[in-house]
């Protein structure tokens, strides 16, 4: 019996690290770039109610006034284009129905309309136009930290190509590069 003890020993810390490593990591990304419709947030409960453990479940909450405003600037860069934001973080779920949402980074979704998707310089343009927009927002408007803003560029219905940056990451290596070179540091071939 004392041969196994080890072994027990070693599977219980090898469960345990995979559990832990579960409940703080973040989801797969999304590749749907269709404005998100989010069901309301329920009310948000009170002390009486909130008392007692509530269950943490991924959640993506609408960001209204920012999907307006990153729409409006799309539509000013080209009438075809469009785009929106979502809140990513966790909902705490209480037993009575109820829950709160804490926000844990900002997200974009942009779709534009495109001649060339082999184009890569006026591909890396798009990225860097809109990616000035999104960081010249009121900071109070971003909840969490900056997360992604994805972009869909759209050929035809069959034809697509999809570039998620960092928002961070864009922020902090990219200084002076454009175009071409800008594509290239993001764009992941399928």
């Known amino acids: 019996m004392k041969k196994h003890i080890p072994y027990l020993i070693i599977a219980t810390l090898v469960g345990a690290s995979v559990l832990a490593q579960n409940l703080v990591s973040k989801p797969p990304p999304t590749t749907a770039p269709a404005p998100l419709t989010v069901q309301p947030a329920t009310d948000t409960p009170t002390i009486a109610q909130s008392v007692g453990q509530c269950a943490y479940t991924w959640a993506y909450h609408n960001a209204d006034e920012l999907s307006a405003m990153i729409d409006a600037e799309m539509r000013q860069l080209n009438p075809a284009a469009s785009g929106n934001a979502s809140?990513?973080?966790e909902d705490c779920v209480y037993a009575d129905g109820t829950s709160t949402f804490g926000a844990m980074e900002t997200d974009f979704y942009v779709r534009i309309p495109v001649a060339d998707l082999t184009n890569e310089d006026a591909l890396g343009e798009w990225l860097s136009q809109v990616l000035r927009?999104?960081?010249?927002?009121?900071?109070?408007?971003?909840q969490g930290n900056y997360g992604f803003v994805e972009f869909w560029f759209e050929k035809s219905?069959?034809?697509q190509l999809v570039v998620r940056v960092p928002i961070q990451k864009y922020m902090d290596g990219?200084?002076?590069?454009s175009g071409a070179a800008l594509f290239r540091m993001f764009y992941v071939e399928p």
Do not use: A, K, Q, Y
């Not at 927009?133 to 971003?142: A, G, M, S, T, Y």
């Not at 990219?174 to 590069?177: A, S, V």
């Open 87 to 89: 809140f990513f973080g």
């Open 133 to 142: 927009v999104v960081l010249e927002f009121p900071r109070e408007l971003i």
């Open 157 to 159: 219905d069959s034809e």
């Open 174 to 177: 990219t200084h002076g590069i």
